[in-house]
């Protein structure tokens, strides 16, 4: 089925440069352009998730939908709508011309009379995907299971008191884990959803710690079982839907896999946003994986400063993304992991092609940044001087207490007869501050 959904936007947004006046253009993103030796799509692997831009049709908790996704509109055949829905995403893709989606189970399956029902909507449409995929090149980024949307999901899916939820869960996860094999999928996506608590009163904290526990080592062994290669991801998330999410954020997750010997299963999906309501920023979410090994991929969607929730907004600060970034290309780049937006339109944003527009602002910032963050990695200062401040632990007194050879007494000694005596340091903060700035302004320049 081809779609014109999108008939307004020709095919595909062109590169305009930083002083274009069509809006529908990329005024900093060009896929082939050379950023540090390798391709900027390369760098960025961007993906367009199906939930928030082709399921959801602008609802929230106070109103209903504004948006206009005809197939949502109830009237239609479920099957029928979900041909149309699929077929405009894959239009939507090949028109902003990135190389990779994501979606979950639900957002493009009907829900049927049974699971058995869904299965086999899911394999139909499935199918069509393949199809998509093979003519507009489109890519799957990653798969996911909707373990938190039907009301038996209320009290948490591999944490549900009730292990029938726990059973349902798994065979969810299993059906889309082959999915997303059978569709290429370079990675597959854990969101906690509902695993965690709103009342302490009715929950047992240490069960469900443990069933969340089994429920990662099946997916691990089913993965291996049926030969998927990709990545599995868990994204940290510390609140919202339930007043506490047990994967809190990067330190709680890698915790909890190590405890459970399953950090070797599962790499970090990072969302902006939930760093911020974990009470981090975004950098720090990113650093700690890259600092532990466990960097995977990333949702890119901000949050607002106002608000202490999931605004799930395109990115659109340079500013925020520039170390993270540098992080990521200090890491050596994205392996199997991308940016998809995981973002959504506000509810007013009515015209269709408001979808491309916050797609391509948020492209637009994500270039711009990646333009600063290799700005800084190729001049080093930053790195230089991080390297000059811990210098000292590579001299015999730091190795020293590393490797373990000098003890408590023997560092005492040290101090006691005065051959230790150290001297506080700058933190130079203000000075390294100005060269991040100094990157994001002088890189401006040269960007057309
Ligand atoms: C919700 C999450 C969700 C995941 C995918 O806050 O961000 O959208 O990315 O299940
Ligand atoms: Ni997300
Ligand atoms: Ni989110």
């Given amino acids: 089925m081809s779609s014109d959904f999108f008939a307004e936007v020709r095919h595909p947004i062109p590169f305009g440069g930083i002083e274009s006046t069509d809006p529908l253009s990329f005024r900093v993103y060009q896929p082939d352009r050379l950023v540090l030796g390798k391709r900027m799509e390369d760098h960025l692997r961007v993906g367009v998730c199906f939930w928030h831009s082709f399921a959801w049709d602008g609802r929230d908790m106070f109103g209903s939908g504004t948006l206009d996704r005809p197939w949502n509109a109830g009237a239609m055949d479920p099957m029928d709508g979900a041909r149309m829905k699929m077929a405009a995403a894959f239009e ?32 139909a449409l499935v199918d069509d995907a393949l199809g998509y995929q093979e003519r507009t090149g489109a890519r799957l980024l990653w798969g996911t299971a909707n373990l938190f949307g039907h009301p038996r999901y209320a009290g948490g899916a591999a944490t549900n008191p009730d292990p029938d939820v726990f059973a349902y869960a798994a065979a969810q996860v299993k059906n889309m ?35 969340l526990a089994r429920f990662l080592h099946l997916v691990a062994d089913h993965k291996h079982k049926i030969g998927f290669t990709g990545t599995l991801l868990i994204e940290p998330k510390p609140m919202e839907p339930t007043k506490h999410q047990y994967d809190f954020d990067s330190a709680t997750v890698h915790g909890f896999l190590a405890r459970n010997g399953l950090d ?69 780049g994205f392996s199997t992991g991308g940016f998809n937006f995981d973002a959504k339109l506000r509810r007013q944003s009515l015209h269709r092609t408001d979808l491309f527009h916050a797609h391509i602002g948020g492209i637009d910032t994500l270039a711009r940044a990646l333009l600063a963050a290799a700005d800084l990695v190729e001049r080093g200062t930053l790195a230089a001087i991080v390297e000059t401040r811990y210098a000292g632990w590579k001299d015999e007194l730091g190795t020293g207490i590393l490797d373990g050879s000098l003890t408590l007494a023997d560092l005492a000694a040290k101090v006691e007869s005065g051959e230790i005596d150290p001297q506080p340091v700058s933190g130079l903060q203000e000075l390294l501050e100005n060269i991040v700035n100094q990157a994001i302004w002088s890189t401006g320049r040269s960007a057309g």
Avoid at 179 to 205: A, C, H, I, Q
């Fill in 92 to 123: 939507f893709f090949a028109k902003l011309g990135v190389p990779y989606y994501c979606f979950h189970d639900r957002d493009v399956a009907p829900d049927g009379e049974s699971f058995a029902e869904f299965k086999s909507n899911l394999d």
């Fill in 264 to 332: 070797g299963e599962y790499r970090l999906n990072i969302e902006a946003n939930h760093a911020t309501l974990a009470g981090h920023n975004f950098h720090h979410e990113v650093a700690y994986a890259v600092a532990n090994g466990m960097f995977g991929s990333i949702d890119a969607n901000r949050g607002d400063p106002q608000n202490g929730w999931d605004t799930d907004q395109f990115p659109n600060s340079v500013e925020d993304l520039v170390m993270p970034l540098y992080e990521i290309l200090r890491y050596g």
């Fill in 177 to 211: 884990l082959e999915v997303t094999k059978l569709l290429g999928g370079t990675n597959y996506v854990l969101w906690g959803g509902r695993e965690g608590y709103d009342t302490l009163l009715n929950t047992d904290l240490r069960r469900e710690g443990k069933q």
